[in-house]
């Protein structure tokens, strides 16, 4: 019966659509740099869609609508405030010029402060991965039903 629920249906094709082209491509890889961040070939196109759907993830999405509903006003203000946050971090970018050759914000933090804050920052960062896997993963269930 699993055939005529459309949703899992395209659900599952487009994740064996996304493995089979990974497999093809990662055949043309031949170092890890290159696999990792593609010798920094990314068109602006490719860069800005990564930092929407980055920013505005399936689970930010849903929280977000009912936020506007539950607090109205206030949410939308905090939300405007917000963009202070990536102002700051623009700044920041400015100085980022002597990590650029590193794979992650860990091998950063790493390369300043040593070996167990680079450990602990990627534990962090794999916690923090699961965490928004999970949201995607609800959201997914949500619009399926």
Request: proline share 1%; aromatic share 14%; hydrophobic share 50%.
């Amino acid at each position: 019966m699993i055939f005529l629920n459309m949703p899992i249906v395209i659900v599952g094709a487009f994740l064996l659509l996304t493995l089979v082209v990974g497999i093809y491509f990662s055949r043309k890889k031949t170092t890890f740099r290159e696999y990792a961040v593609g010798n920094k070939n990314f068109s602006t196109a490719t860069l800005v869609a990564t930092l929407l759907a980055t920013a505005y993830s399936g689970g930010g999405l849903v929280r977000n609508v009912e936020c506007v509903y539950d607090l109205g006003l206030w949410w939308i203000m905090f939300n405007i405030l917000n963009v202070f946050g990536y102002w700051l971090f623009g700044r920041l970018v400015l100085r980022m010029g002597p990590f650029m050759q590193h794979f992650s914000i860990a091998d950063t933090i790493g390369s300043v402060y040593g070996r167990y804050s680079r450990i602990v920052i990627a534990l962090v960062s794999i916690c923090s991965s699961i965490v928004t896997i999970t949201g995607q993963v609800i959201v997914m269930s949500q619009a399926i039903r």
